[in-house]
Nanobody, 124 residues
């Protein structure tokens, strides 16, 4: 059973940066498309970013383009989300997700494995 554990969240001020990490268990990490999603209270789970199996292709939500960068280190079984120029509207619980496929997806229903989430709070 694949396990995903997110770390790196915290309380920051607008304009600050954070880097989230997601450590994946198992030997098949390099075969999985990885994604980041976020969910704020009272709102639907929202796509943030996704990355292909070897990191050559990336997709971003319009709301984070130019500010967030997704990357992965398959040797460490880890995917990262570098978040710069954070805004209060970025406040949410951020989830790491894995998709056992070679095709990048941007919808939550297409991801199979999920972490427990890490909270990001951005104050004004």
């Amino acid at each position: 059973q694949v396990q995903l554990v997110e770390t790196g969240g915290g309380l920051v001020q607008a304009g600050d940066s954070l880097r989230l990490s997601c450590l994946a268990s198992g030997r098949t990490f390099g075969s999985d498309v990885m994604g980041w999603f976020r969910q704020a209270p009272g709102k639907e789970r929202q796509f943030v970013a996704a990355i292909s199996q070897r990191g050559f292709n990336r997709n971003y939500a319009d709301s984070v383009k130019g500010r967030f960068t997704i990357s992965r280190d398959n040797a460490k079984n880890t995917v990262y989300l570098q978040m710069n120029s954070l805004k209060p509207e970025d406040t949410a619980l951020y989830y790491c997700a894995a998709r056992p496929s070679s095709v990048v997806a941007i919808t939550a229903s297409e991801y199979i494995y999920w972490g427990q989430g890490t909270q990001v709070t951005v104050s004004s």
